[in-house]
Antibody, heavy 120, light 107 residues
Framework: EVQLLESGGDLVQPGGSLRLSCAAS????????MSWVRQAPGKGLEWVSA????????YYADSVKGRFTISRDNSKNTLYLQMNSLRGEDTAVYYC?????????????WGQGTLVTVSS | EIVLTQSPGTLSLSPGERATLSCRAS??????LAWYQQKPGQAPRLLIF???SRATDIPDRFSGSGSGTDFTLTIRRLEPEDFAVFYC?????????FGGGTKVEIK
């Protein structure tokens, strides 16, 4: 059974940093791209970032480029999102999602999300 | 960036009726389109990928069609558990954007 468990969400001040983690199990982690998708309170889904199975290719939304860094440790079956220079508009539930192939694609499994709140 | 426009914003229907949801891309994405369903307090669930292929365990009352810039999700006969918000997403070109969503509510 595929399981994705996010952690690391917290209350952080504007300008601060946070690192999210997503522990994956139930599939061959390195064979699939992984993504982060967020959802601000009461709003729609916003794709944030993706990384290929090997970690060699990364992709970012314009809204986070230069501030967020996606990475993965295939030996630990874990996906990360390093978030720097956080802003109020980054407040959201952050979902980790498994893609359907080694390159970025649709997301067939999702975690339950972790809440990031950026506020003073 | 490819913009996805979903319509209508809200669809008010009764159980047993047919639902037709639209997703239009600002430029061609071939068939690199997915549809997701999201219920309150839950993570999204993949329904359709590759514009027309049903994901695992998705009932056949859900179907997707289209290619290029115009796509449709059809729910043949709405069941009570189908009422939710539906999103399309393109993965043809980064950033892999989502549409704004269509809420299907009980009339």
């Amino acid at each position: 059974e595929v399981q994705l468990l996010e952690s690391g969400g917290d209350l952080v001040q504007p300008g601060g940093s946070l690192r999210l983690s997503c522990a994956a199990s139930g599939f061959t982690f390195s064979s699939y791209a992984m993504s982060w998708v967020r959802q601000a309170p009461g709003k729609g889904l916003e794709w944030v970032s993706a990384i290929s199975g090997s970690g060699g290719s990364t992709y970012y939304a314009d809204s986070v480029k230069g501030r967020f860094t996606i990475s993965r440790d295939n030996s630990k079956n874990t996906l990360y999102l390093q978030m720097n220079s956080l802003r109020g508009e980054d407040t959201a539930v952050y979902y980790c999602a498994k893609d359907q192939r080694v390159g970025a694609s649709s997301h067939d499994y999702w975690g339950q999300g972790t809440l990031v709140t950026v506020s003073s | 960036e490819i913009v996805l426009t979903q319509s209508p914003g809200t669809l008010s229907l009764s159980p047993g009726e047919r639902a037709t949801l639209s997703c239009r891309a600002s430029q061609s994405i071939s068939s690199h389109l997915a549809w997701y369903q999201q219920k309150p307090g839950q993570a999204p669930r993949l329904l359709i990928f590759g514009a027309t292929s049903r994901a695992t365990d998705i009932p056949d009352r859900f179907s997707g069609s289209g290619s290029g810039t115009d796509f449709t999700l059809t729910i043949r006969r709405l069941e009570p558990e189908d009422f939710a918000v539906f999103y399309c997403q393109q993965y043809g070109s980064s950033p892999f954007t989502f549409g704004g969503g269509t809420k299907v509510e009980i009339k």
